[in-house]
Protein backbone atom coordinates (compact mmCIF):
# COMPACT_ATOMS: atom_id res chain seq x y z
CA UNK A 1 0.00 0.00 0.00
CA UNK A 2 2.31 2.72 1.06
CA UNK A 3 5.31 2.86 -1.07
CA UNK A 4 9.12 3.14 0.27
CA UNK A 5 9.27 7.36 -0.16
CA UNK A 6 5.77 7.21 1.90
CA UNK A 7 7.09 5.12 4.55
CA UNK A 8 10.66 7.06 5.32
CA UNK A 9 8.03 10.13 4.93
CA UNK A 10 6.19 8.47 8.24
CA UNK A 11 8.96 7.75 9.95
CA UNK A 12 10.02 11.64 10.34
CA UNK A 13 6.39 12.13 11.43
CA UNK A 14 6.74 9.75 14.11
CA UNK A 15 9.86 11.84 15.36
CA UNK A 16 7.71 14.83 15.95
CA UNK A 17 5.13 12.75 16.91
CA UNK A 18 6.96 10.83 19.48
CA UNK A 19 8.44 14.19 20.70
CA UNK A 20 5.05 15.75 21.25
CA UNK A 21 3.59 12.66 22.92
CA UNK A 22 6.24 12.42 25.23
CA UNK A 23 5.75 15.95 26.55
CA UNK A 24 1.68 15.92 26.80
CA UNK A 25 0.42 13.58 24.23
CA UNK A 26 -1.36 14.15 21.27
CA UNK A 27 0.96 12.28 18.94
CA UNK A 28 -2.07 10.32 16.90
CA UNK A 29 -2.78 14.19 16.03
CA UNK A 30 0.42 13.53 13.39
CA UNK A 31 0.49 9.95 12.89
CA UNK A 32 -3.08 8.99 12.02
CA UNK A 33 -3.60 11.44 9.47
CA UNK A 34 -0.31 10.42 7.93
CA UNK A 35 -1.29 6.79 7.85
CA UNK A 36 -4.81 7.78 5.83
CA UNK A 37 -3.31 9.93 3.50
CA UNK A 38 -1.00 7.27 2.50
CA UNK A 39 -4.12 5.54 1.34
CA UNK A 40 -4.36 2.93 4.90
CA UNK A 41 -8.32 2.18 5.71
CA UNK A 42 -9.46 3.10 8.80
CA UNK A 43 -8.98 0.00 10.97
CA UNK A 44 -5.10 -0.63 9.47
CA UNK A 45 -4.43 3.30 10.26
CA UNK A 46 -5.34 3.14 13.79
CA UNK A 47 -3.90 -0.61 14.32
CA UNK A 48 -0.40 0.68 12.92
CA UNK A 49 -0.77 3.79 14.65
CA UNK A 50 -0.55 1.67 18.06
CA UNK A 51 2.16 -0.91 16.54
CA UNK A 52 4.70 2.28 16.29
CA UNK A 53 3.54 4.80 19.01
CA UNK A 54 4.30 1.68 21.68
CA UNK A 55 7.81 2.65 21.02
CA UNK A 56 7.59 6.19 21.48
CA UNK A 57 5.80 5.56 24.67
CA UNK A 58 8.40 2.80 26.09
CA UNK A 59 11.52 5.18 25.11
CA UNK A 60 9.59 7.93 27.03
CA UNK A 61 9.05 5.84 30.11
CA UNK A 62 12.49 4.69 30.09
CA UNK A 63 13.85 8.39 29.81
CA UNK A 64 11.28 8.86 32.72
CA UNK A 65 12.62 6.15 34.57
CA UNK A 66 16.13 7.06 34.86
CA UNK A 67 15.43 10.34 35.86
CA UNK A 68 13.78 9.17 38.83
CA UNK A 69 10.59 11.03 38.04
CA UNK A 70 8.57 7.91 37.82
CA UNK A 71 6.63 6.64 41.31
CA UNK A 72 7.01 2.98 40.93
CA UNK A 73 5.05 1.86 43.79
CA UNK A 74 2.00 4.17 41.92
CA UNK A 75 2.24 2.73 38.05
CA UNK A 76 3.22 -1.12 39.36
CA UNK A 77 -0.95 -0.74 40.11
CA UNK A 78 -2.13 2.13 37.10
CA UNK A 79 -0.13 0.17 34.66
CA UNK A 80 -1.91 -3.32 34.80
CA UNK A 81 -5.11 -1.03 34.80
CA UNK A 82 -4.30 0.95 31.81
CA UNK A 83 -3.42 -2.73 30.12
CA UNK A 84 -6.91 -3.94 30.85
CA UNK A 85 -8.80 -0.86 29.79
CA UNK A 86 -6.87 -1.08 26.71
CA UNK A 87 -7.85 -4.09 25.68
CA UNK A 88 -11.14 -4.03 26.95
CA UNK A 89 -11.34 -0.85 24.87
CA UNK A 90 -9.96 -2.27 21.83
CA UNK A 91 -12.42 -5.06 21.86
CA UNK A 92 -15.04 -2.64 21.90
CA UNK A 93 -14.53 -0.80 18.90
CA UNK A 94 -15.69 -3.30 16.33
CA UNK A 95 -18.72 -3.21 18.42
CA UNK A 96 -19.64 0.30 18.93
CA UNK A 97 -19.23 3.51 16.61
CA UNK A 98 -16.50 5.56 19.51
CA UNK A 99 -17.94 8.68 17.23
CA UNK A 100 -20.19 8.76 19.85
CA UNK A 101 -17.40 9.63 22.55
CA UNK A 102 -16.70 13.02 20.55
CA UNK A 103 -18.96 15.25 22.69
CA UNK A 104 -17.81 13.72 25.69
CA UNK A 105 -14.07 13.89 24.80
CA UNK A 106 -14.55 17.83 23.70
CA UNK A 107 -16.11 18.82 27.17
CA UNK A 108 -13.33 17.13 28.68
CA UNK A 109 -10.52 18.81 26.83
CA UNK A 110 -12.33 22.29 27.49
CA UNK A 111 -12.15 21.01 31.59
CA UNK A 112 -8.96 20.09 30.66
CA UNK A 113 -7.63 23.59 29.54
CA UNK A 114 -9.10 25.04 32.06
CA UNK A 115 -7.08 23.57 34.71
CA UNK A 116 -4.26 24.51 33.00
CA UNK A 117 -4.71 28.36 32.69
CA UNK A 118 -5.90 28.96 36.13
CA UNK A 119 -4.33 25.86 37.96
CA UNK A 120 -1.29 27.23 40.40
CA UNK A 121 1.99 25.63 40.33
CA UNK A 122 2.61 22.59 42.71
CA UNK A 123 5.98 21.35 43.71
CA UNK A 124 4.75 18.21 45.19
CA UNK A 125 6.94 15.60 45.31
CA UNK A 126 4.38 12.39 44.35
CA UNK A 127 3.76 11.67 48.10
CA UNK A 128 -0.18 10.94 48.43
CA UNK A 129 -2.85 9.46 50.22
CA UNK A 130 -4.24 5.83 49.49
CA UNK A 131 -7.53 7.84 48.31
CA UNK A 132 -5.61 9.97 45.80
CA UNK A 133 -3.86 6.62 44.94
CA UNK A 134 -7.09 4.93 44.16
CA UNK A 135 -8.49 7.61 41.82
CA UNK A 136 -5.49 7.23 39.84
CA UNK A 137 -5.98 3.56 39.71
CA UNK A 138 -9.77 4.95 38.46
CA UNK A 139 -8.48 6.95 35.79
CA UNK A 140 -5.97 4.78 34.38
CA UNK A 141 -8.04 2.23 33.85
CA UNK A 142 -11.36 4.41 32.46
CA UNK A 143 -8.50 6.47 30.32
CA UNK A 144 -7.10 3.27 29.44
CA UNK A 145 -10.76 1.89 27.69
CA UNK A 146 -10.78 4.94 25.92
CA UNK A 147 -7.15 4.70 24.63
CA UNK A 148 -8.80 1.41 23.16
CA UNK A 149 -11.66 2.27 22.12
CA UNK A 150 -11.44 6.01 20.39
CA UNK A 151 -7.76 6.95 21.57
CA UNK A 152 -7.28 10.92 20.90
CA UNK A 153 -6.22 12.91 23.27
CA UNK A 154 -5.37 9.95 26.01
CA UNK A 155 -1.78 11.48 26.87
CA UNK A 156 -3.22 15.09 27.18
CA UNK A 157 -5.72 13.69 29.43
CA UNK A 158 -3.85 11.29 31.79
CA UNK A 159 -1.52 14.40 32.35
CA UNK A 160 -4.14 16.94 33.43
CA UNK A 161 -5.67 14.24 35.03
CA UNK A 162 -2.51 13.05 37.50
CA UNK A 163 -2.05 16.54 38.08
CA UNK A 164 -5.72 17.27 39.24
CA UNK A 165 -5.96 14.08 41.29
CA UNK A 166 -2.08 13.29 43.11
CA UNK A 167 -1.44 17.04 43.02
CA UNK A 168 1.55 16.54 40.69
CA UNK A 169 4.05 19.04 39.67
CA UNK A 170 3.65 18.57 35.38
CA UNK A 171 6.55 17.24 34.66
CA UNK A 172 5.50 14.18 37.14
CA UNK A 173 2.13 14.18 35.75
CA UNK A 174 3.60 13.46 32.46
CA UNK A 175 6.25 10.78 33.42
CA UNK A 176 3.06 8.91 35.34
CA UNK A 177 0.99 9.59 32.14
CA UNK A 178 3.61 7.81 29.61
CA UNK A 179 3.84 4.88 32.12
CA UNK A 180 0.17 4.29 31.86
CA UNK A 181 -0.18 4.99 28.50
CA UNK A 182 2.76 3.11 27.88
CA UNK A 183 0.46 -0.01 28.61
CA UNK A 184 -2.48 0.98 27.26
CA UNK A 185 -0.92 1.32 24.13
CA UNK A 186 0.73 -2.03 24.39
CA UNK A 187 -2.61 -3.59 25.01
CA UNK A 188 -4.53 -2.24 22.29
CA UNK A 189 -1.30 -3.24 19.42
CA UNK A 190 -1.85 -6.82 20.67
CA UNK A 191 -5.37 -6.88 19.97
CA UNK A 192 -4.97 -5.20 17.13
CA UNK A 193 -2.06 -7.54 15.74
CA UNK A 194 -3.81 -10.49 16.84
CA UNK A 195 -6.84 -9.38 13.97
CA UNK A 196 -4.16 -8.86 11.62
CA UNK A 197 -4.50 -5.13 11.66
CA UNK A 198 -0.84 -3.43 12.08
CA UNK A 199 1.12 -3.29 8.93
CA UNK A 200 4.39 -3.87 10.07
CA UNK A 201 6.57 -3.23 7.45
CA UNK A 202 5.19 0.72 8.12
CA UNK A 203 4.76 0.61 11.89
CA UNK A 204 8.57 -0.48 12.03
CA UNK A 205 10.44 2.14 10.24
CA UNK A 206 7.75 4.37 12.30
CA UNK A 207 8.92 2.75 15.48
CA UNK A 208 12.30 3.83 14.69
CA UNK A 209 11.26 7.49 14.35
CA UNK A 210 9.03 7.13 17.69
CA UNK A 211 11.99 5.63 20.13
CA UNK A 212 13.89 8.83 19.06
CA UNK A 213 10.88 11.31 19.59
CA UNK A 214 10.05 9.20 22.89
CA UNK A 215 13.78 10.03 24.28
CA UNK A 216 13.61 13.24 22.92
CA UNK A 217 10.51 14.86 24.61
CA UNK A 218 11.10 13.46 27.84
CA UNK A 219 14.72 15.06 27.99
CA UNK A 220 12.70 18.03 26.69
CA UNK A 221 10.74 17.94 30.16
CA UNK A 222 13.21 16.55 32.08
CA UNK A 223 15.27 20.08 31.20
CA UNK A 224 12.29 22.55 30.68
CA UNK A 225 9.80 21.23 33.47
CA UNK A 226 6.75 22.48 33.68
CA UNK A 227 6.56 25.33 31.34
CA UNK A 228 7.33 22.51 28.83
CA UNK A 229 4.88 20.52 29.69
CA UNK A 230 2.18 23.21 30.25
CA UNK A 231 2.80 24.73 26.33
CA UNK A 232 2.36 22.08 25.02
CA UNK A 233 -0.65 20.24 26.68
CA UNK A 234 -2.19 23.50 25.99
CA UNK A 235 -1.28 23.45 22.37
CA UNK A 236 -2.34 19.88 22.22
CA UNK A 237 -5.79 20.54 23.64
CA UNK A 238 -6.52 23.59 21.58
CA UNK A 239 -5.40 21.24 18.07
CA UNK A 240 -7.52 18.29 19.57
CA UNK A 241 -10.62 20.52 19.86
CA UNK A 242 -10.40 22.24 16.66
CA UNK A 243 -10.14 18.80 15.13
CA UNK A 244 -12.78 16.79 17.22
CA UNK A 245 -15.31 19.96 16.44
CA UNK A 246 -14.19 19.88 12.85
CA UNK A 247 -14.80 15.97 12.42
CA UNK A 248 -18.57 16.58 14.28
CA UNK A 249 -19.83 19.03 12.24
CA UNK A 250 -18.81 16.74 9.24
CA UNK A 251 -20.80 14.09 10.30
Request: proline fraction near 4%; aromatic fraction near 6%; hydrophobic fraction near 60%.
Amino acid sequence: MATPLEVGILALVAVAAGTVDAIGGGGGLLTVPALLAVGLPPQLALGTNKGQSVFGSTAALVSFARAGLVSWRRVRWTMPLAFVGAALGATLVLRLRPEVLRPLVLGLLVVAATFLVFARPTEGTGVVTGRAQGLAGLLALGVGVYDGFFGPGTGTLLVVGFAAVLALPLRLASAEAKAVNAASNLAAMLIFAARGAVLWYVALPMAIGQLLGGWLGAHLVIRGGDRVVRLVVLAVVVALVLKLGSDSLRG
